[in-house]
């Protein structure tokens, strides 16, 4: 498990028990499901604060290392040739030599109010991939230029959503669930956990391909060995090799907190405690409801 020291994985280990074939919904599935405790709530709600503070204390610490300001150049190279020439390759790549240019960001912004929409998915691709490669000086100062609305690329939508902001679920799910797996070694010694319908779909929600699916690169690199390669969720082994598997983990917690810094810098508000909730509910169907925080912003939380 990642970053047991602060983060109350226990909080929602405890709250969820392996049930084989449940009869209680339709149709049965073999899955966690909430034990429904007295406490469950509160327990719940304690353990996504913490995955909350732990992201943004290191998304505070990473943000000091880098300059609080930058300048706003009108053209130049915003990724190295090294990386170009790792993803233009790819089928339909984002990660072009027209898309390595600031000035073509700029152009494609417009010259008078700047601004981004579904048509420009390709430069949410770049985002996502420099993400991942720890492009943040250059991410950064991306944020900070008056003619490159990253902002606009953060959730873009026409049906079904590819914005960066990707970048940041497709690494939330993989971990939570990786984590609590690990949480119930028993599962992993008999190899109940492969009949669990939460490891099939983190494993394809992760590694899908749609318009736009940077984010899912660094995920199929660990799962399937390469970003272009798809395989059945049965067809690969995870756990097989424990210190990879942390590797991993560890590599999905890097994007969350590098996802917080970079939108925290766009001016984001980020609501981490609701986003584990509805990420929990969704693969768990742990209750969750909407209330208004002092703010009169409508938040999710654990009920």
């Known amino acids: 498990m990642h970053q047991t020291h602060n983060i109350a994985w226990d909080s929602l280990s405890s709250n969820l028990a392996f049930v084989f074939e449940n009869k209680a919904v339709t149709p049965w599935r073999t899955d ?3 034990r429904s405790l007295p406490s469950q709530a509160r327990s719940l709600n304690h353990f996504a604060k913490t995955v909350a503070t732990t992201i943004q204390k290191f998304s505070d610490t990473e943000r000091a290392k880098y300059p ?41 912004a417009g010259p008078t109010t700047p601004w981004y929409s579904t048509s420009h998915g390709d430069l949410a691709d770049v985002v996502k991939v420099l993400l991942a490669e720890n492009e943040m000086d250059q991410l950064l100062m991306l944020a900070q230029h008056p003619r490159v609305p990253l902002a606009d690329l953060h959730s873009l939508s026409w049906g079904h959503s590819f914005g960066w902001d990707h970048i940041m679920d497709w690494a939330l799910r993989p971990y939570l669930f990786f984590n609590i797996l690990l949480s119930k070694p028993e599962l992993i010694a008999d190899g109940r956990y492969k009949s669990m319908i939460s490891y099939t779909h ?33 067809a690969v082994d995870p756990l097989g090799d424990a210190d990879k598997l942390h590797e991993y983990l560890k590599m999905c917690f890097r994007m969350l907190y590098r996802y917080d810094m970079l939108a925290r810098e766009c001016g984001r508000y980020l609501d981490w405690e609701g986003t584990v909730a509805r990420t929990v509910n969704s693969m768990w169907n742990a209750d969750v409801d909407y209330i208004e925080d ?10």
């Open 202 to 234: 983190a494993i394809r929600f992760a590694t899908g391909s749609g318009d736009y699916d940077a984010q899912a690169f660094p995920h199929r690199e660990f799962f399937f060995g390469a970003t272009d390669t798809w395989l059945a969720a049965d």
């Open 68 to 108: 609080a300001h930058y300048s706003a150049p009108s053209s130049g190279p915003i990724f190295s040739t090294s990386l170009l020439s790792r993803y233009c390759d790819l089928p339909f790549p984002s990660v072009t030599a027209k898309n390595q240019l600031l000035e073509n960001w700029i152009e494609r």
């Open 32 to 34: 966690f499901f909430p």
């Open 294 to 303: 002092e703010r009169a912003q409508w938040i999710t939380r654990f009920v």
